[in-house]
């Protein structure tokens, strides 16, 4: 094979692609486009006889605006469509959005598996000992901002996650990613805020302890 390190995946996605094709013979230009390879070693894939060199044509090749992938990618993936109806309505190869479909739910699976670990990974810090009775009491409020500031802490952090995951994948649209964005800074604004005034309400409460 020309192309030699074609993944299982992408091997199957090939066969698929060019099956579920309109114009087979077309459909295997597309195909040595998106991958990056000969249109020999995608026919070897798929398991056709090499072109004739005097059969070979010269393929123009057609870039696409981001703003036609993100709206591709969105009428899949949150509108529902499939990706033969995408491909009518937007008039772009169905080949183009297999592979544009195909990485955005790679990076969604990406996230879900790092949001996954990072669960996993909090979930035993916040299993502590049983406190007696007394302790549990004398440590009452203390452990409440303590709490609500780990809470609003994960929150942040999550948010930032959750943007960092889909950085890469053409879902939200440009305003939606400012208004995020927005909503990050504010949010870690609002975490440092609080942060500051727990910090104040303990020093305060050391002040007057040392009085008494």
């Not at 996605?13 to 579920?20: F, G, M, N």
């Amino acid at each position: 094979m020309t192309k030699t390190n074609l993944t299982p995946e992408q091997i199957s996605e090939i066969q698929a692609a060019y099956r579920d094709s309109a114009n087979p013979k077309k459909q295997i230009g597309i195909l040595a486009d998106l991958y990056d390879t000969t249109e020999n070693a995608i026919r070897e894939v798929l398991g056709l006889p090499d072109e004739p060199e005097g059969n070979k044509k010269k393929r123009m090749f057609r870039s696409y605006d981001q703003a036609i992938k993100e709206d591709v990618v969105r009428a899949v993936l949150l509108e529902g469509m499939t990706n033969r109806e995408a491909a009518e309505k937007f008039a772009v190869p169905y080949g183009n959005v297999s592979a544009w479909v195909n990485k955005a739910r790679k990076k969604q699976a990406e996230f879900a598996r790092y949001a996954e670990e990072v669960q996993a990974e909090q979930a035993p810090e916040t299993a502590e000992a049983p406190e007696s009775a007394p302790a549990q009491v004398a440590a009452g409020k203390k452990d409440i901002t303590q709490m609500a500031l780990q809470e609003v802490k994960e929150g942040v952090s999550g948010l930032d996650t959750f943007l960092d995951g889909y950085a890469g994948i053409c879902v939200l649209r440009n305003d939606e990613r400012e208004m995020m964005r927005i909503i990050c800074a504010r949010a870690h604004g609002f975490l440092s805020g609080m942060q500051t005034g727990i910090n104040l309400m303990r020093g305060e409460a050391k002040v007057v302890a040392s009085d008494s």
